[in-house]
């Protein structure tokens, strides 16, 4: 995506670090939106929502990636939770305590991946979730 001066309004030259027409230092927002694009999983689906409405936010294509992957594992992790919870308690004693230990695993397991992708999302990567990220791309929000 080509960048423009801030100053001028002129096309910049990709790994330019001043305006070939004003000579106004470049200021890079990449860094910025590396941030974003983590603090989108931080608060869960709630700052995946903000930033998918907040200007100039909802317009860049990083930080939208990473706020519709956040939602959609958000709902993922509740949708997991209401599922083994409903297993633990309608199960027996011993299957009980099978799957709450499934169940801690696996919410062990989330926050893993969770802190994972905050990384991936601050250096840059669009890492892609299996399943989840295409859900997420096929939802039109």
């Known amino acids: 995506m080509p960048s423009s001066c801030q100053r001028c309004g002129a096309t910049l030259v990709t790994g330019a670090s001043t305006c070939s027409s004003c000579g106004a230092p470049v200021i890079s927002t990449m860094q910025q939106n590396n ?11 709630i700052t995946g929502i903000i930033f998918l409405l907040v200007e100039p936010y909802n317009h860049d294509d990083y930080v939208r990636y990473h706020a519709r992957q956040s939602i959609a594992f958000t709902v993922a992790w509740i949708a997991f939770s209401i599922v083994m919870g ?3 308690a309608v199960l027996p004693g011993p299957l009980s305590r099978l799957f ?12 893993i991946l969770w802190a994972f992708l905050i990384y991936q999302a601050y250096v840059g990567n669009r890492f892609r979730v299996p399943y989840l990220t295409d859900w997420a791309e096929a939802v039109p929000f």
Request: charged letters at 10%; hydrophobic letters at 65%; a neutral charge.
């Open 86 to 88: 409903v297993f633990t």
């Open 100 to 111: 709450l230990f499934l169940t801690r695993l696996g919410d062990l397991g989330l926050a």
């Open 35 to 45: 941030v974003i694009a983590a603090l989108c999983y931080v608060g869960f689906a």
